[in-house]
């Protein structure tokens, strides 16, 4: 079986709910989001911009804060790769160990377990799996000092519930809805 630093593991998860949560990302958007579409806007040294390729094929610019980008530099530095190098079209988020099936080691191109320098990131549903399973952890984890509704929450929360909690914050600190609308990529107000 494949093993993995378990910070590792909830650095990279860390960085897959912040572009949910800060960046109002559905989880297709995050795990197809690479590093050539996300750069620092002159500046404003706090904020970056990402381009997305959202529902309808409709790309759209989102910004995220500074501490959603130090947690992707974590993650990067995590899976060994050069995130200040931001001209390539590498995954955001990528798996740090590939498990031992055939299946992923074909779409990882490998035969060991380690990953390569450039690799695959996730889909979709590979995305969803790695949250909902550390989510899980989280909750199942003794030493935290949560309670009993919190743990409840946590296990049963999914990806999409941080795209939610953007949308709901946002128009709490009153976004104009037009605007909500175009940053979420909404086709209707």
Partial sequence: AAQMSMSGQYRLLRSALLLLGDGGL?????????RDKLKPIPGMPDLWELAVLGKRNK???????????VALQAHWKDREQDFEFGAAPIPLISPLVVPAT??????????????PRE??????????????TSLTRIADDECLLLDNEERKQLRFVGPHAF?????TQAAANEVPLDVLQRILGHASL
């Fill in 26 to 34: 559905r989880r297709e958007e995050v795990a197809h989001a690479t």
């Fill in 59 to 69: 790309w759209r610019t989102i910004f995220l804060p500074l501490r959603a980008i």
């Fill in 163 to 167: 795209r939610h909690t953007f949308g």
């Fill in 102 to 115: 055939s299946s992923s080691r074909n779409k990882h191109k490998q035969e060991r377990q380690s990953l």
């Fill in 119 to 132: 690799t695959k990131g996730f889909s979709p549903d590979g995305l969803y799996q790695v949250i909902k």
